[in-house]
């Protein structure tokens, strides 16, 4: 009722769904271009504005206004869907590991992990910490990563679980580990939204290598950290993009 029955305010929404919040003047334009007569644009730009922070279509989103689709408002809402429904199902084996799990909320962060104290569990760990968590909360999802699985039943069979049917998989192709090359295959098999992401250094393979990547320089302390925030936001804007045009 707040955008959807008022016709300048649908017309602008349909615009700028899933983008950034141009200037008002922007909007202005698009408003007159739109052929609507609204006696006072501004007004009508300010009511509209406010009203998509007063439902959450309004977000920022590395750093920028985004307008959100309304399905995505509706399931970070915990609004049902026939997916969720599915999710919660037993499994054909007998048992229920992902009965309790939101999917749609989740993403799945794959990596190098390596036993503890190894430079792999180290460089996961801070990955996890100091990019991924800060940035999936741009986007409004739980990180996952394997050694945090709790389900009962083969450690295999749930990796590949959320591999299938998280949200948003973060690949970490740092070291090239063969494994996480694997899951990362089986998510692009399944046509998912996947974010690659490698430390400076690391030469990927040509085919892999065509697909962006967020890259990040740890090799020194003294530029990793007042880049922090640029790779958090690098993250969080491909990750919201990937998961907005590959809706399953």
């Given at each position: 009722m707040a955008?959807?029955?008022?016709?300048?305010f649908k017309k602008l929404y349909d615009t700028y769904a899933g983008k950034?919040?141009?200037?008002?003047?922007?909007i202005r334009d698009?408003?007159?271009?739109?052929?609507?007569?609204v006696a006072d644009p501004k007004e009508c730009i300010d009511i509209?504005?406010?009203n998509?922070?007063?439902?959450?279509?309004?977000?920022?989103i590395a750093g920028a206004e985004t307008v959100i689709p309304i399905n995505q408002a509706m399931d970070e809402a915990g609004a049902p869907t026939s997916q969720e429904e599915k999710e919660r199902a037993p499994h054909p084996d007998g048992h229920a590991p992902t009965s309790a799990i939101q999917f749609n909320k989740t993403c799945f962060y794959i990596s190098p992990i390596g036993e503890e104290g190894s430079d792999a569990r180290k460089h996961s760990d801070f990955f996890l910490e100091s990019l991924i968590v800060p940035a999936m909360k741009e986007v409004g999802l739980t990180v996952v990563r394997a050694d945090h699985i709790a389900d009962p039943g083969m450690i295999t069979t749930s990796i590949l679980d959320h591999v299938r049917r998280a949200r948003l998989v973060i690949a970490d192709l740092s070291m090239l580990n063969p494994n996480?090359?694997?899951?990362?295959?089986?998510r692009h098999a399944c046509k998912l939204p996947i974010v690659q992401i490698i430390r400076k250094g690391d030469r990927l393979p040509f085919d892999v290598g065509q697909v962006k990547s967020v890259v990040v320089d740890d090799t020194d302390?003294?530029?990793l950290v007042p880049?922090?925030?640029?790779?958090?936001?690098?993250?969080?804007t491909l990750s919201w993009f990937s998961v907005k045009w590959k809706r399953r």
């Open positions: 955008i959807g029955n008022i016709p300048p950034r919040l141009p200037a008002h003047e922007v698009a408003l007159v271009e739109s052929g609507f007569e509209f504005v406010v998509l922070k007063d439902i959450g279509l309004l977000r920022t996480v090359f694997y899951e990362m295959a089986i302390i003294y530029t880049k922090i925030e640029t790779y958090r936001s690098e993250i969080a």
